[in-house]
Structures are given as structure tokens and as C-alpha cells.
């Protein structure tokens, strides 16, 4: 949050607060100039990355059930934008649609009380 750190100082924002908003309002990735021709030309934003990880270790610290890490990290960005499914998000955490459905709404309600 170097970019954003005095602004959401004098904001006096809590630091999930603080993480949200910048979940919310960076971009998840960056323009990558390595200039290989097998790149993507993207990388992950490291102040987006480090926001989500903020956010999903206090969705688990605040969680009454216990969610797998890999779960709430998917679940956190699919609620700050990243596109994906939550069907494709049970698949690839190996669980049912219905159960991660479940968690996705967990999830969103802990993240809607700090934004």
C-alpha cells in the first residue's frame, strides 16, 4: 500500500479498511516488459496481491468456520473483481459447486462489513 499509505492515514482507515479500498480501486495486474515471446505481457500487482492477502487471513481469523486458505483466497477475488466462477472456483479447490456457493456467501458477508 505504498502508494496509498498517506492518503488512507489521514483518512484514518483501519488497516482491512485500508485493504479493501485498495483491493478494490488497483488494478490486479500489471504490464509485464520482459519481452519473451511466451508472456502474457501481464504480472500480478503486488500491492493488489498483498491487499487480498490482508483481507483473506482477517476473513479467517473472523470466520466461525473453519475455510480452507487456497478457498478464501479464490472467494476474495472473485468479490474484488478477478473474473472467475464459483463453480470453477470448486473445481479447482476440489469441493462441491453448492459448498463453495456457501462459503462465496461467508465470505462476501465479512467482506461487506469492513468496506
Given amino acids: 500500500m ?3 499509505g498517506m492518503s488512507y492515514a489521514e483518512a484514518d482507515l483501519t ?3 485500508a485493504a479493501a479500498l485498495t483491493a478494490r480501486t488497483t488494478n490486479h495486474t500489471d504490464y509485464c516488459r520482459c519481452g519473451s515471446s511466451c508472456c502474457s505481457h501481464e504480472i500480478a500487482n503486488k500491492e493488489w496481491q498483498s491487499a487480498i492477502w490482508r483481507l483473506v487471513e482477517h476473513v479467517r481469523s473472523v ?3 473453519e475455510i480452507n486458505y487456497n478457498l478464501c483466497v479464490a472467494l476474495t477475488q472473485k468479490h474484488f473483481g ?3 466462477s464459483i463453480r470453477e472456483i470448486a473445481i479447482n479447490c476440489g469441493i462441491d459447486r453448492a459448498t463453495a456457493g456457501k462459503y462465496n ?3 462476501i458477508n465479512i467482506l461487506k462489513t469492513i468496506e
Fill in 63 to 65: 470466520s466461525k468456520a
Fill in 82 to 84: 478477478k473474473k472467475t
Fill in 15 to 17: 488497516e482491512q479498511r
Fill in 105 to 107: 456467501l461467508m465470505v
Fill in 2 to 4: 505504498k502508494t496509498y
